[in-house]
Each structure stands twice: as C-alpha cells, then as structure tokens.
C-alpha cells in the first residue's frame, strides 16, 4: 500500500510562488511514476506534471512555470509553482501511478487547495 500526503496550498497572488510537497510512505520503487494533478470547480481533474527516473513531463499551461521534483531518499516529491496566476486555481492531488503492474494501479493524495487572487 501507498499512502500520499500532500502540503503547502494556500493563498498567493498572481504572480507569486509556491512549493507543493508529497510524502509517500509505503513502498515507492522505480516502477512508479510519480505525478502533480489538479482539478478546478466544474472542471474535470487534469495533469499537471510527472516524473519517472529524472524524466519529466509538463502539460502545456505547466511548461516554464512549475517544476516537478522527486527526492527519493525522502520518499518525497515537490512541485515548484512560479508565476502563478488565477487560473491556476484548484485542489492539486499527489499521484504515485505502478507501471510496474498489470493493470497499472494509481494511488492519490487527499490533495492541497491552491487559490491565486488577482
């Protein structure tokens, strides 16, 4: 079992910063990709961000603004929020995706509220 807790929301104006971070505790090997999603009010929840052995990928609204990062002596992995404007708005959810498994099997934090005010 996976257990993922996520910190740092909270309310910052546009333009500001924030660190997100997402302890797991259980068993993170190198099978498991490890992702930031978010979900808006009304809207459906949507990638943010991934990493899987220093490799990363970024949704489009992501690129040149957040940046993924995983210490795997921590079990723990970050999202660094620049730039922030008021769409980015939502409640960010840790994700740790087994590739490792057939089906893959995703667990999920109980996600952080980001508000950016303009």
């Known amino acids: 079992q996976v257990q993922l807790v996520e910190s740092g929301g909270g309310l910052v104006q546009a333009g500001g910063s924030l660190r997100l971070s997402c302890a797991a505790s259980?068993?993170?090997?190198?099978?498991?990709?490890m992702g930031w999603y978010r979900q808006a009010p009304g809207k459906q929840r949507e990638l943010v961000a991934t990493i899987i052995r220093g490799n990363t990928n970024y949704a489009d609204s992501a690129k040149g603004r957040f940046t993924i990062s995983r210490d795997n002596a921590k079990n723990t992995q970050y999202l660094q929020m620049n730039s922030l404007k008021p769409e980015d708005t939502a409640v960010y959810y840790c994700a740790a995706t087994n590739i490792g498994v057939v089906p893959p099997r995703t667990y999920w934090g109980q996600g952080t509220q980001v508000t950016v005010s303009s």
């Open positions: 259980g068993n993170i090997f190198s099978m498991y990709v």
